[in-house]
């Protein structure tokens, strides 16, 4: 499994776009990189997935460079209730394969 | 309409006590995952099966113990509960693993404090 490197923390403005990046330098060219969050409390919820294209949803975008060693999950418009631990994780296409989670980032929206 | 549910939400019990975590999805999904997510936030898998057979099983102590009945569900039997086991422990699901996407749903999540 790839390892990923996030910051620890980030602080966001409500209404303004939050930018999240990870590291993922050792991505194997099979391994999807998916972004989950866990809002204190709760079961992490899916945010988002993608190999090489940038993709978008209802939730962020998520901006992948061309050589795939780092990302960005975008939230456009984060409100209060987008506070919470973000996650990114390399994984190999296939859906029962494991995650990894590492430490992710602590988004903290602020009014 | 709970997608993926878990009981109890809470269990508090004794050292050496034997416990159940139940975990049920509706989602018509074929693999189930456990993953234990201990005081300092880590979130690791512990087990994932696919149509009720093991396909993950990370290095677990024997007293943990999944059982499969059918595709909807996967329980979590733990014996002689010790107190390191105290944790949140969630249950996940996704489709089968010939799919491109590897979503897991998540339930809500079991507070296991063993006293």
């Known amino acids: 499994d790839a390892k990923t490197t996030q910051p620890p923390s980030m602080d966001c403005a409500e209404g303004r776009a939050a930018n999240l990046p990870c590291n993922h330098s050792?991505?194997?060219?099979?391994?999807?990189v998916y972004w989950y969050r866990q809002i204190h409390s709760q079961g992490p919820q899916y945010i988002i997935h993608?190999?090489?294209n940038n993709e978008t949803n209802e939730m962020a975008s998520l901006i992948i460079t061309e050589d795939r060693k780092s990302s960005t999950l975008i939230l456009p418009h984060a409100t209060l209730r987008d506070t919470a631990v973000y996650y990114c994780?390399?994984?190999?296409?296939?859906?029962?394969?494991?995650?990894?989670f590492g430490k992710g980032t602590k988004l903290t929206v602020n009014p | 309409d709970t997608a993926v549910s878990q009981t109890p939400k809470y269990l508090v019990t004794q050292m050496g006590n034997d416990k159940s975590i139940k975990c049920e999805q509706n989602?018509?999904?074929?693999?189930m995952y456990w993953y234990k997510q201990d005081s300092k936030k880590f979130l690791k898998i512990m087990f994932s099966y696919n149509n009720k057979e093991l396909i993950i099983n990370e290095t677990v102590p024997n007293r943990f113990s999944p059982k499969s009945p059918d595709k909807a569900h996967l329980n979590l039997h733990i014996n002689s509960l010790e107190l390191g086991d105290s944790a949140v422990y969630f249950c996940?699901?996704?489709?089968?693993?010939?799919?491109?996407?590897?979503?897991?749903?998540f339930g809500p999540g079991t507070r296991l404090t063993v006293l």
């Open positions: 993608g190999l090489k």
């Open positions: 996940a699901s996704s489709q089968a693993w010939s799919r491109r996407n590897n979503e897991q749903f």
């Open positions: 050792t991505i194997s060219g099979n391994e999807y």
């Open positions: 989602l018509g999904h074929d693999t």
């Open positions: 994780i390399g994984s190999p296409q296939g859906g029962s394969e494991k995650l990894v």
